[in-house]
Each structure stands twice: as structure tokens, then as C-alpha cells.
């Protein structure tokens, strides 16, 4: 049996600001296996990015804490590192420092921001080399030359700085960066959601590409469901923090079951079908720092009824391997 | 029908180090009353700078924009004045477009008190309630200000700007990019119901394919500064002419795992805007490139019933465009 890359149990994240405190993640739990994709699509402010850095160890300090919950990273539980013991900061940090871009890498939405503008961008590459490997400078900057020419950007353009390429190619250099140390794990945060389509195509190819090549596991973060039909193999909706639906892509596009799924497809313009109108739902996702004690959609859901105001449905699994939180759904499982 | 708006070999130059950047190049359009016009292309093809060149933002290098018949690139400036109200635009991100300053009932009631259109102090705060109530917005937010509002309410309050003056076309920037999908539809089907309603006039920017196939009568595809493809939109998503359109079409990922498009990767980025040549601008990342195609720039020209495509060798590429295999 395959052991998962990544194992998050429950985790359960909160933010602790002046005015009160925003339940960023709310019981999450999901698996990738080594080579897997795993889409996480959701709206602004559903809590997917608060994921990805929890698991970096990169919650903004002070005020991200992890209040439950454990992740496991290639057989290690790092949520051990996660407490917010002052004694133990500086060896939370260390440990930190020497997983992140080793054992998982990260690509960045906007690429402007996630590279330095005063070194060239092999030196950047190199950096991460060095730091993590024992070689000398010249071995790395051979290697960093190679991973360039991997991601499709001549050598030769190794002294150049990060504002003299474009933002496609500019990503290409985080991708490079990213996937230097061979990581485990791969977390791409809206990679390309800053990328005009036909640009997009190119990195998304080129990501397909090197994931089969080093076979890393990948944890896609994006608010569009069509870079998930095209590049994932699993995929989760989460929705105020919460995980609705989970499976496989044949689960989820060609068999939705949680209210807010269909409601995000339905929303969708198609370059396919022909519709009059769109079916917007009414309303806004519910405020963080204001949950309601049952299930959080049901104020813009179509199908609720007055059970639903009464309890918090749990994710019930529909089909082997497809999960849905929705209490009609778990309902008529029970009548089955 | 009516023809509103008609743009005859509309050029924008800019002076830069180098030579001059081609941003709009001899673009040549027309917009129905009532219709929606849609600009597809992708950053920095010059569709933002046409929209800005139309409403006077920034003066045209050469050509004529007609707005009801009418050259409005040769009006004085107080003369173009008096037609503003009838010109307005909804920019992309409401957040950098509003001042932060001002509540919404005071952003809503800006327009009026410079065009002066209604003195009268209580009638005018009617008419910014009466406004809130088109573009959905609750009354109860009148008194609040935009940092305290989400994305889609924003973008409500830069729409009732918009509508304060009664405009008759309305030149949509990239209104929803910023949105989400679901607020994206409720803003999408609001302007709709508005154009239905009021019978506006929308030159509809985007980057997106399939918001402007929803929304749009009439679709241009721009690649940088030129139209290359231009026709009504059943046309244009049946019969595909232009490679550029082509590959636009098929990078698009699909959020279906049924009708896979087959993919034409592009080769290489857009190339710089400035001193383009003569030659077609999508030469060198297009797939059916011949010599004839770094030589000499091809003339849109008429494909039947008005589609017009600017490629020299469309006919031999034919239209089985679309792409869609089915893969299941």
C-alpha cells in the first residue's frame, strides 16, 4: 500500500485579530499519495491558502494558530513543530527552514513578488541548491543552469534579473526554484491565475510534464475549475473552511452532489451549452469570524430545509472515495 | 437597429525609447444600438487602450470615432463635455476606482453634481437610492464606504456610477476578472437585466472567452494593437477561422472532464508591440506560418456574411476550428 506524502487529520486553524477570532479552517482533512494531484478549489477567502501555509509553517505571526489537528509529511509529523511554545521557536523555525523548498517546494500566484529583485535569477536557483545540498558554488550554478533549461529558459539567461523576463517566464523560474531540491511535495498556490489562457496552456504543460518526470505529489490551489479537470487527479471544494465535497475528478465533475458544487458549476459561463442566464446564488460566503452552529451554506442554498438549521453535517462518504457534508445527501444514505 | 458607435482606422501610438509602440493599430468597428460588442485578447493587445482612446481618455493617434454619427475626436473639449454623460465607463477593479473617501451614497451621487443634472438636493438623493435599488444594492449601505463593502457590492456601486448619468453605451473594462464565480454571475446577469431594461449600448473588454461568448452579440479578437478576427458570436465559436482564435480557444482549460478541446500550444510570448513591421503580428508563434506571412501584414477580409478574418491563409486552414474531440 502506498504510504500518503501528505496526511492532514482535522486540522482546525484560527486567526486571532483585534476584533475577534476568524475560524480561517475548520476540520480539514484530506490524503495525496506519491505522484497525486489533489485540486483544492474554493472561493476568496474559503480558508485554501491558510492551508498551504500551515503546512510551510508560514502562518502569519503573531495571530495564525493551529488549534488541532495533525499534518504528516512523508512519514514525519510536523504539526509538532507548530506549537506556540516559546522555548521551542527557534528549533519550530530550524526545522522549518530546512524542509521548506527540500522536502516541499512552492510556487507562488504573483511571480514579481515571490522573487528578489536584486539578484539574478540564477543565483536565486542556486541559493536554494546550496542551502540544501552540500556543493560547492560552481556545482550549483551548473545545476540551477540545468533546472532553467528544464523549465524552457535558455542558460544563457542565468545573469539575468527577474524584471528583464516576462510573467509567464518568470513563473518558469519559480517552477525551476521550486522543484531544485527534488521535493516530496509540491504546493502550487494559484500558479497561474496571473498568466494570460495561452500562457497558462504553456505552464500548465510544463507542469504536467515535470510531475511525471520527478513523480512529486501535488497540492493545486486554484479558484478555477477548468485547471483542475486539467491537471488534477483528485480534487476538494472546500467552503468556509470547511471541506464540502471530495474525490476523484469523475466524482466530482460528472457526478456533484453538494449544493455549492452544482452552484459553482451552474455559475460557470460554458463555451459549450448555450444559456440565457447565468444561475447566480444570492448572497456571500458566511463571515469567518462568524460561523453559524449549522451548516454554513445554508443561508444561499437551494436545497435546505429546516433540519439543516439543527446540525453541522459531517462528510459522508456518498460512493467509495467520494465525500459530501450536506445532510439531505447523508440522509438518504441512511434510507438506503 | 442603428449603428451607435463606429470606429473608422482608430490608431494609438505611443513614443517610447526604441521607436514607436503600435498599442492600437488601425482598428476599424461598429456597435449596434443596444448591442454588446465584445473585445477578447489577452494583456497588452491594446484592448484597454482602445476602450480609454474611445472615451477620450487619452487622444487618438489617427482615425475617427463616430458616436451617432458624429466625429468626436474633432470636439472641443467643452463641446465633448456635453456628450460625457452619455459615455461612461465600469473599470476592472472597483476597489482602485472608487475613492476611499467618500461613502456610497456621496460616489453615487458624484457624477450628478458635476454634470449638474439634478439640483435639487432631495431629488437627487431619490434618484442615488432609486440607483442602489437597480444594481441590488441595500439601502442600509448608503452611509458606509468601499473598504467596508466585498468585491461584488464595489463593483455594484462602480455600475450605479456609471448609470447615474443615464449613458447610452457603457464601456465595461474587465468588470467581473476580479470576482469570483458565483459573485461574477449575479454582476453578469445584473447587466444583462440592465441592457434589457434600459436598452444600453455595452463595448464589453475582457480576456475571457466565455464571459464574452455569455454576454456578447458580436465578438473582436485583438492580438496585439489589430483585429484579427471579427463576426457575430454563434459564427465566430462555430466557425473558427483565425489560428490565433484557434489556440485562444483551445488553452482555455475546461471545466468538464467530456468535450476535451485538442490543444494548440503556442510557441513563445507575444512579441514586442513596438515598430511591428510589415508582417503579421502572429507570424512568429503561429503554427501554419509561411514566408508570405513575415512579409506583408494581411488586410481583414471578408469570409461570408461578415466574418472577417485577417489571415492569409485562412481559407487553406479551413474552420474546423473549434477543435472539440470527444473524448469520452
Do not use: W
Not at chain 1, 204 to 233: P, Q, S, W, Y
Not at chain 2, 66 to 87: C, M
Amino acid at each position: 500500500m502506498n504510504e500518503p506524502i501528505l496526511r492532514i487529520e482535522d486540522l482546525v486553524v484560527h486567526y486571532e485579530t483585534r476584533t475577534g477570532v476568524a475560524e480561517a479552517v475548520n476540520n480539514v482533512s484530506l490524503e495525496i499519495l506519491p505522484g497525486e494531484t489533489l485540486g483544492l478549489v474554493g472561493e476568496t477567502g474559503a480558508g485554501k491558502t491558510t492551508i498551504a501555509l500551515t503546512i510551510m509553517g508560514l502562518l502569519p505571526q503573531p495571530g495564525g494558530h493551529v488549534i488541532q489537528g495533525k499534518i504528516t509529511l512523508d512519514g514525519e509529523e510536523i504539526t509538532r513543530y507548530m506549537t506556540n511554545n516559546r522555548r521551542q521557536s527557534n528549533k519550530n523555525d530550524k526545522y522549518f527552514r530546512k524542509i521548506r523548498g527540500n522536502k516541499v517546494g512552492m510556487i507562488f500566484q504573483d511571480p514579481m513578488s515571490a522573487l528578489n529583485p536584486v539578484y539574478t535569477v540564477g543565483e536565486q536557483i542556486a541559493e536554494v541548491i546550496r542551502l540544501h545540498n552540500k556543493v560547492s558554488r560552481a556545482e550549483a550554478n551548473k545545476k540551477a543552469v540545468d533546472m532553467m533549461e528544464l523549465v524552457g529558459i535558455p542558460g544563457e539567461r542565468f545573469k539575468n534579473y527577474p524584471h528583464e523576463f516576462s510573467g509567464g517566464m518568470k513563473q518558469r523560474i519559480v517552477i525551476a526554484m521550486a522543484l531544485a531540491c527534488s521535493p516530496r511535495l509540491l504546493i502550487a498556490d494559484e500558479p497561474t491565475t496571473a498568466l494570460d489562457v495561452t500562457i497558462q496552456a504553456q505552464v500548465l504543460e510544463l507542469m504536467r510534464g515535470l510531475r511525471k518526470e520527478f513523480n512529486t505529489a501535488m497540492l493545486m490551489i486554484t479558484h478555477d475549475l477548468g485547471v483542475v479537470a486539467d491537471i488534477c487527479d483528485k480534487c476538494a471544494v472546500i467552503y468556509a473552511g470547511q471541506i464540502v465535497e471530495y474525490g476523484t475528478l469523475e466524482h466530482v465533475f460528472n457526478n456533484p452532489k453538494h449544493p455549492y458544487t452544482l452552484a459553482l458549476f451552474a455559475a460557470l459561463p460554458s463555451l459549450d451549452t448555450e444559456v440565457e442566464r447565468l444561475q447566480a446564488i444570492e448572497g456571500l460566503m458566511s463571515d469567518p469570524m462568524d460561523l453559524p452552529e449549522y451548516c454554513s451554506f445554508y443561508d444561499r442554498c437551494n436545497h435546505r430545509c429546516d433540519a439543516c438549521k439543527n446540525c453541522d453535517p459531517a462528510l459522508t462518504e456518498v460512493e467509495p472515495g467520494h465525500f459530501v457534508r450536506c445532510l439531505r445527501i447523508s440522509s438518504e444514505e441512511e434510507e438506503k | 437597429m442603428s449603428t451607435l458607435l463606429e470606429i473608422r482606422n482608430l490608431k494609438k501610438y505611443y513614443s517610447v525609447s526604441g521607436g514607436m509602440l503600435h498599442a492600437v493599430d488601425d482598428v476599424t468597428l461598429s456597435v449596434e444600438k443596444g448591442e454588446t460588442l465584445g473585445i477578447v485578447g489577452e494583456s497588452g493587445c491594446g484592448k484597454s487602450t482602445l476602450g480609454k482612446t474611445i472615451l477620450r481618455l487619452t487622444p487618438p493617434t489617427d482615425g475617427e470615432i463616430l458616436y451617432n454619427g458624429q466625429d468626436i475626436t474633432k470636439l472641443s473639449d467643452a463641446e465633448f463635455k456635453k456628450l460625457r454623460p452619455d459615455l461612461q465607463m465600469i473599470f476592472q477593479d472597483p476597489m482602485s476606482s472608487l475613492n476611499p473617501r467618500m461613502s456610497v451614497k456621496e460616489q453615487i451621487e458624484e457624477p450628478m453634481l458635476i454634470y449638474k443634472t439634478i439640483p435639487d438636493r432631495q431629488e437627487r438623493e431619490k434618484k442615488v437610492l432609486e440607483l442602489m435599488d437597480t444594481v441590488g444594492l441595500a439601502r442600509r449601505y448608503a452611509d458606509t464606504y468601499p473598504h467596508e463593502l466585498d468585491g461584488g457590492r464595489r463593483q455594484r456601486i462602480g455600475i450605479a456610477r456609471g448609470l447615474a448619468l443615464e449613458p447610452k453605451l457603457i464601456i465595461c473594462d474587465e468588470p467581473v476578472s476580479a470576482l469570483d464565480v458565483l459573485i461574477q454571475a449575479q454582476i453578469l446577469n445584473l447587466l444583462q437585466d440592465l441592457q434589457k431594461e434600459k436598452g444600453l449600448t455595452y463595448l464589453f473588454i475582457t480576456h475571457d472567452l466565455s464571459v464574452v461568448k455569455h454576454i456578447s452579440h458580436n465578438i473582436c479578437v485583438m492580438y496585439l494593437g489589430q483585429v484579427v478576427e471579427k463576426c457575430d458570436t454563434p459564427t465566430l465559436f462555430a466557425h473558427t477561422m483565425h489560428p490565433y482564435t484557434k489556440a485562444l480557444l483551445s488553452a482555455i482549460p475546461v471545466p468538464s472532464l467530456k468535450n476535451r478541446r485538442e490543444r494548440i500550444l503556442l510557441k513563445g510570448e507575444l512579441t514586442s508591440p513596438v515598430n511591428p513591421g510589415n508582417r503579421c503580428r502572429f507570424a512568429p508563434r503561429c503554427i501554419y506560418a509561411k514566408e508570405k506571412c513575415f512579409n506583408c501584414t494581411p488586410e481583414l477580409q471578408d469570409m461570408g456574411g461578415g466574418h472577417m478574418v485577417a489571415c492569409h491563409f485562412c481559407k487553406e486552414i479551413g474552420d474546423d476550428g473549434n477543435g472539440t474531440t470527444d473524448a469520452t
